[in-house]
C-alpha cells in the first residue's frame, strides 16, 4: 500500500514507520505539522532544518502544514486531501494506547478514504523501547516536562540503562503522554548519521528543552 508517515522526528513516529516498511508498505511522505510561523514542528519543538536532515538522511521527502491548536484539525484534513489525490492510501501512525487519538484518527481519515495504520498499537512499552534499539536505531531525548522529569535527561541516549532508570521515575516509560520527546539520530532505514554539535537548554511553559544549536549529517561505515 502506498502511504504517508506521520513524523514528529521521534522514536515512535520512526519504529512504526519502519514496520510499515517492513510490512511491504511504500512510504511515500513524511507529513508534519508545524507551528503556526513554519520554524519547528508542533509535537517536539524540533527545528526546521533537522527535520529536513532526518528526511534527507532517509531519503523520504516531508509535506507539511502549519497550525495552531484551533486549526489542527482543519489543516490535518487538507493534508489528507493532498494525499488523496497522489494516489496515496494509507497513514502510518506511532500512537500506543491513548484511546481517544486513535477515535480521532480514525474519525478524520474516514473522511478522506484514508486508512490509519497503528503498527505500535499495544505494544507493552518496554518490550517497544527493546524492539527499538534492537532494530539499531539511536535517539536523544530533547524534551522533559519538568513536573515529570528533571533536566538531567536531557540529551540521554536510549539504551537498557536509559530503560532500568526510567522504570524507576513512576511516569509512562515510553512518555506517551508527553513526558519526555526524542530525536532520533541513526538507525537502519538512515543512509547517513545526525552528528549533534552545541547544544544549550531553554524552558518554556513547564518544558525543558535541549535546543540543538548545530549539527550535521555523517557518512556510515559499510555505507553503500
Not at 508534519?32 to 520554524?39: C, E, K
Not at 513547564?206 to 557518512?219: A, H, P, T
Request: proline share 2%.
Amino acid at each position: 500500500m502506498k502511504v504517508f508517515s506521520s513524523w514528529s522526528g521521534g522514536k515512535d513516529s520512526c519504529l512504526s514507520c519502519y514496520k510499515a516498511m517492513l510490512e511491504g508498505h511504500d512510504v511515500a511522505y513524511f507529513f508534519t505539522m508545524f507551528a503556526t510561523d513554519g520554524s519547528h514542528t508542533r509535537s517536539h519543538r524540533l527545528s526546521k532544518e533537522l527535520l529536513m536532515a532526518q528526511s534527507q538522511a532517509i531519503g523520504v521527502p516531508v509535506y507539511h502544514r502549519c497550525a495552531s491548536r484551533n486549526t489542527y484539525e482543519k489543516e490535518f484534513k487538507r493534508a489528507l486531501a493532498f494525499f488523496k489525490e497522489k494516489g496515496i492510501q494509507g497513514g502510518v501512525f506511532g500512537d500506543l494506547y491513548l484511546e481517544e487519538h486513535r477515535i480521532w484518527l480514525e474519525r478524520v481519515c474516514a473522511n478522506t478514504e484514508i486508512n490509519p495504520l497503528l503498527p505500535l498499537w499495544g505494544i507493552d512499552g518496554k518490550d517497544l523501547l527493546l524492539q527499538f534499539m534492537q532494530a539499531g536505531f539511536e535517539a536523544v531525548v530533547i524534551a522533559v516536562k519538568d513536573d515529570s522529569l528533571g533536566m538531567n535527561w536531557l540529551g540521554r541516549k536510549i539504551n537498557q540503562e536509559f530503560i532500568s532508570e526510567m522504570q524507576k521515575e513512576g511516569v509512562d516509560i515510553c512518555g506517551e503522554k508527553g513526558e519526555y520527546h526524542t530525536l532520533v539520530i541513526d538507525g537502519p532505514v538512515f543512509k547517513k548519521k545526525i552528528a549533534i554539535g552545541d547544544t544549550r537548554v531553554v524552558r518554556r511553559q513547564g518544558v525543558s528543552l535541549l535546543e540543538i544549536l548545530n549539527f550535521e549529517l555523517e557518512q556510515k561505515g559499510n555505507s553503500e
